[in-house]
């Protein structure tokens, strides 16, 4: 069945470096790919997504890289800050299952001062 | 404000007792779902519905019932409740099926003894 792969699960980096957590996903005809951030006691919530028909997308420190060929996207977040702790997650939805979204296991980004 | 509210938060049941946990959402979207987080596991889609009066099922259905009778209310319902449904479960919502932003509930920790 479709499968989101996500890695690493935890992740503790130095205040100020670069964090970046990969997912490959099963299903070739997946167009859609969100990263969601949940935050302690709370729900998640959207940071950053990307569509198919592009290769990269930038948020301020964030940024998204989709890669099709290899069915590959990653999140990489510069200059992290202690506000970015957080279980991160990705997650894959297109044509066959657009009405579903998979997502991966989660990572758990600490950030250490 | 727009939100998605879900009632209780918290609930502590026993093996075969019955319950319902509300979702409801302000946003007037069309898409609703539910989903389980599990440790490893990231989030799981048990239900999901397109709009009023269709539902489909997840990844993960057994065990669990919906309903969509109103646009705003999208309840879960555990006929017989058992110790592996102990989880923390999540409702979302999105204006429409594809390729956009899920708005999540605060959660409901579940726990079956």
């Known amino acids: 069945g479709e499968n989101v792969e996500q890695h690493p699960s935890t992740l503790s980096v130095q205040e100020g470096d670069s964090a970046v957590i990969k997912c490959t996903y099963s299903d070739s005809a997946s167009n859609y790919f969100p990263w969601y951030k949940q935050e302690l006691g709370k729900g998640p919530q959207l940071i950053i997504d990307i569509r198919s028909n592009v290769g990269e997308k930038k948020d301020q420190r964030i940024a998204v890289t989709l890669n099709k060929t290899a069915k590959h996207f990653s999140l990489h977040i510069t200059e992290t800050q202690p506000e970015d702790s957080a279980v991160y997650f990705c997650?894959?939805?297109?044509?066959?299952?657009?009405?579903?979204?998979?997502f991966g296991s989660g990572t758990r980004l600490s950030i250490r001062p | 404000e727009a939100q998605v509210t879900q009632n209780p938060r918290y609930l502590i049941t026993v093996t075969g007792k019955k319950l319902t946990v509300t979702c409801s959402q302000n946003?007037?979207?069309?898409?609703m779902s539910w989903y389980r987080q599990d440790p490893g596991l990231g989030l799981r889609q048990i239900y999901y519905?397109?709009?009023?009066?269709?539902?489909d099922k997840g990844d993960v259905p057994e065990g669990y019932k919906v309903s969509r009778k109103e646009k705003r209310n999208f309840p879960l319902i555990l006929e017989s409740p058992s110790p592996n449904q102990t989880s923390l479960y999540f409702c979302?919502?999105?204006?429409?099926?594809?390729?956009?932003?899920?708005?999540f509930g605060p959660g409901t920790r579940l726990t079956v003894l």
């Open positions: 946003m007037n979207h069309e898409y």
């Open positions: 519905s397109m709009n009023v009066e269709v539902t």
């Open positions: 979302a919502s999105s204006p429409r099926v594809f390729y956009n932003e899920q708005f």
């Open positions: 997650a894959a939805s297109g044509k066959s299952s657009a009405s579903k979204i998979i």
